[in-house]
């Protein structure tokens, strides 16, 4: 059990343009959430997977953001055209079960210029 | 719905001393409740849990917190603050059912221990 693994940790990128950041959850855990984090803020949730099916995602993740998992292991979540606003820390939380403890990720830090 | 309020973005005690981090919640339904504490540049590490079992919860570093469903409160405390506890800490709030379990977060409460 290596935990929760995200990539990049860090990414730096111009307004307008793409990304995508990955998350590994740990082997196994059929749940998989997406949180942002601004500074001075707790995490807000933005979106989850049981398997491989996105089964929520809240408003605060617009049409420019897209998150997948495909075959129910890794996810990744892309933010096209992106913004100054879309600065942040992006968190990943994985768990066995519905309700289970989610372990956190260290997260990717985006900063857009 | 759910909320969370953090009593005090900053708390600073004295290396021995009590701490307490207040939270408060509100839950339409019966809630799951956390505490997580996050050092910087890191990701968030569960310290305890609350799933309507033992309204006193026990959790690691010596962290333990208690359930007051009258006072709709779940505050922290430590007998003994160390320094290795400087950190900031996040109460979060989810459903109890449902299918969902997101977890709803305060705004955190930095937590600094003066030698």
């Known amino acids: 059990d290596t935990g929760v693994s995200q990539n990049p940790r860090h990414k730096i990128t111009k307004r307008g343009q793409n990304v995508t950041f990955r998350c590994d959850p740990i082997?196994?855990?059929?749940?998989l959430y997406w949180y942002r984090q601004t500074l001075g803020q707790g995490p807000e949730f933005l979106t989850y997977f049981q398997n491989e099916a996105q089964l929520e995602k809240s408003r605060l993740l617009s049409d420019r953001f897209s998150a997948e998992r495909p075959k129910g292991s890794f996810s990744t979540l892309e933010i096209q055209r992106t913004e100054q606003g879309d600065s942040a820390m992006y968190l990943c939380a994985s768990s066995l079960v519905a309700g289970g403890e989610q372990f956190f990720g260290p997260g990717t830090r985006l900063t857009v210029l | 719905a759910q909320s969370v309020t953090q009593l005090g973005s900053h708390v600073s005690v004295s290396e021995g001393a009590l701490v307490l981090l207040r939270c408060n919640y509100s839950s339409s339904v019966p809630p799951y409740l956390f505490w997580y504490v996050q050092y910087p540049n890191q990701g968030l590490q569960l310290l305890l849990k609350?799933?309507?079992?033992?309204?006193l919860v026990k959790g690691i570093n010596g962290f333990e917190a208690e359930f007051k469903k009258s006072e709709t409160s779940f505050h922290l405390t430590k007998p003994s603050a160390h320094m290795s506890d400087a950190a900031e800490y996040f109460c979060?709030?989810?459903?109890?059912?449902?299918?969902?379990?997101?977890?709803?977060f305060g705004k955190g409460t930095l937590l600094t221990v003066n030698p």
């Open positions: 609350y799933t309507s079992a033992a309204t």
């Open positions: 082997s196994e855990h059929n749940r």
């Open positions: 979060a709030v989810s459903g109890s059912g449902g299918s969902n379990y997101k977890l709803t």
